[in-house]
């Protein structure tokens, strides 16, 4: 069967979804030599980068759904899966669906502590992991703690030696099967646990992947999304839906990583969240072999103008010419915003050389999704150039929280969930993100400070400055702002940037300026997939100035700043 063929079989399929697309593949007729997935570590003898194919893909998870199911895991069984690589995540993911259990995907970089009282909550019946976060549980008593016996925790190393042939037929999903647990980064440092469904994970893979024509640069991606997140899960199910090759990465918050990988494994198609470009920025693209990308491809925050430029000036694509297509210099950076409880970003826009559309615009709605902009007190939409709640109705979201009714009820308004964002909408039906609502620090008067629109401006003001972090904090005489600055590596420590800061600000923003401070990368507290947390860097922050000691602990040193209470 052609490969068209194969994604329309799909695409009409109304069994098929987030939970079956291996097992569906091959009911359906997909050649079994055809692509299945490649991993950066070795598995079950195959060396890394090898790409295995569809029936050899098929082969290591029915190994492991038979080892899984010899040792009693059956049908709806929540069981955690906290491991180091990409290749244990995503084949433990297949296995667990192939036997219709839950698997709850944990990021390999929460600490153990967090993750032990993460697994308690998620009332799991089981645990996969791997030697180095068994150790992260601290031991034998940590395992009593979670809920379940030790005998429940498995070692991922063993479960490959499964037969295949012992596997049990593949469950049979409704579209409200829980399919995976997935979590949020934390605003705080414990991760909220989202429910994602065989139904709402798949639907912007129908009505994208499938039934629209195959994306350019997609028939070969090196993915650089975190394994555990629901992105990892959809472009997997992308992947496989369109025959792709795909490369897992273990490590996709290493810049030099990603771009080793791109100049040995040559992708067409980068996939990554922000932190995945703010780390390549920091890399002179000019000097790497990285003319095979046509296409990059974020989700989760929306990404920075300097990085997105910085993106599409490297890379090349095919240009329709009267002589055919001619391969030119430059590439596409498609972005959007989207969130674990999203399901899928709701929006979209493409980048690319010559196109101009930045201020942190994440585009125009898909078909799928409705979006208004709310005030937050009242609910009433709010109408166009207005800041407001960015509430979304679609068939993508997930139905809520694992066994937390009350964050799931919270986060709902006049029917909408509410996505935590702000937003404002222009007279052509684009979207802008200005600000998380958690971030954003009223100034009183209907004035804000919005931290993200912030470091837009500063970023775009300042080009030697590689990102930055607006800290803005109420106080007894009201709020302060500190700007904290990581430089790209050829920039002078030194230099004053504190005129270029305030500048950019709005007149009541920049009446709160206190500091412009220079920090090294160590200093920035990040969640697990590297996006900053600005509520601790708030509390952190907050404490040191109170003592006197932010600059001294900066590693470079502050630019002098007015201080000046709040307009």
Known sequence: MTVSGIRAALAADPSVGAGNVLTKLIEHGAPLDGPGMAFD?????YAALTGLTLGELRTAVAARAAWLAARGVVPRDPVAVYVTTAADCMLHFLALTWLGAIPALMNPNIAGDVAAEYIRRLRAVGLLTDEAHRSRLAGAERGLELGFDLEAVYDVAGTGAGDPDAAPAPYRHHDDDPIAITHSSGTTRMPTAVTQTHGNLFVGTRALRLTKPRARGTDRVLNALPAPHAAGIMSLNHALGNRAAMLFLSRPDDGEAVASAIERWRPTGVFGFAVTWAELARIDLSKRAVDSVSLWFNTGDCAHEPHIRHLIAAGTHDRATARGPERVAGSMFVDGLGSSEMGHSAFHITHAPGTDRYGRCVGRVHDFAEI???????????PVGEVGLCGMKSATLSPGYWNDSLATYRNRMNGYYLTGDLLYRDEAGYYYHVDRMV??????????IYTAMSEEKILKACPDVLDCTVVAMPTASGVITDVLLTLHPWADAQADRT????????????????????????????????KVRKFLMRQRHAAEAAQGVVASQSGVGSQSAVESSAS
Not at 41 to 45: L, M
């Open 41 to 45: 570590t070795d598995v079950d003898g």
């Open 372 to 382: 208004k902009l709310l005030d937050p007190d009242t609910g009433e939409e709010v």
């Open 439 to 448: 971030d954003a620090v009223p100034l009183g008067g209907g004035k804000w």
């Open 499 to 530: 005129e270029a800061v305030r500048a950019v600000l709005s007149a009541a923003a920049a009446a709160t300026l206190r500091e412009v401070l220079v920090i090294g990368p160590e200093r920035l507290i990040v969640g697990p997939t590297g």
